[in-house]
């Protein structure tokens, strides 16, 4: 069983920056491919990043050149460096992992943590 806590979110004006963690303890080995996932009201979650173990990413053509996503596998922590920040980033950001890749991109998870709420401002 692994727990993830997600923090850092806020409220913040468009263009300013924001960096999300999420911090995994339990049975990690489980989790060697990491994504970020946010959910806007009336909206489906949707994968916003991802990382393996090796370090390869993938993201979301919304935001990709805006946000990073890194890990530190001694920490057991995995970051989201959310930079030039817009209101339609505006969302719940959650993180989750699995052993398998395919399965981070499909995002089917059988439980989530509590995500942390994101607010961009015009």
């Known amino acids: 069983q692994v727990q993830l806590v997600e923090s850092g979110g806020g409220l913040v004006q468009a263009g300013e920056s924001l960096r999300l963690s999420c911090a995994a303890s339990?049975?990690?080995?489980?989790?060697?491919?990491m994504g970020w996932y946010r959910q806007a009201p009336g909206k489906q979650r949707e994968l916003v990043a991802a990382i393996a173990s090796g370090g390869s990413t993938l993201y979301a053509a919304s935001v990709k050149g805006r946000f990073t996503i890194s890990r530190d596998n001694a920490k057991n922590t995995v970051y989201l460096q959310m930079n030039s920040l817009k209101p339609e980033d505006t969302a719940v950001y959650y993180c989750n992992g699995d052993r398998i890749w395919a399965a981070v991109l499909r995002a089917h998870f059988g439980s989530w943590g509590q995500g942390t709420q994101v607010t961009v401002s015009s």
């Open positions: 339990g049975s990690t080995f489980s989790m060697n491919a």
